[in-house]
């Protein structure tokens, strides 16, 4: 079965880290282009950061430009977001998931709230 499980959130104080993991099934998480995207209560689904099928290249979300780093470990199928110096409005659930037109059914992400 084809899917993609997010695991790593928690809750964090400001000024935080924590990392992400998008683990692959059914698939080879190499061969698609991938992004991690966040969706904050009340707000719309966003793109924070992608990687391109190769791995060469990453690109960022202004709001998480310096502070999220996005990596792949292709022995564990696995891909990560480093997510450095949290604040408050990075509170929201974190899913990853293939780029268009290879976009997945949504996992069940995983929640990260930043919060004193």
């Known amino acids: 079965q084809v899917h993609l499980v997010e695991s790593g959130g928690g809750l964090v104080q400001p000024g935080g880290s924590l990392r992400l993991s998008c683990t692959a099934s059914?698939?080879?998480?190499?061969?698609?282009?991938m992004s991690w995207y966040r969706q904050a209560p009340g707000k719309e689904r966003e793109v924070v950061a992608a990687?391109?099928?190769?791995?060469?290249?990453?690109y960022y979300a202004d709001s998480v430009k310096g502070r999220f780093a996005v990596s792949r470990d292709d022995v564990k199928n696995t891909m990560y977001l480093q997510m450095n110096n949290l604040d408050t409005e990075d509170t929201a659930v974190y899913y990853c998931n293939r780029r268009e037109p290879y976009v997945l059914s949504w996992g069940q992400g995983t929640q990260v709230t930043v919060s004193s």
């Open positions: 059914g698939f080879t998480l190499r061969n698609f282009p």
């Open positions: 990687m391109t099928w190769i791995g060469d290249r990453s």
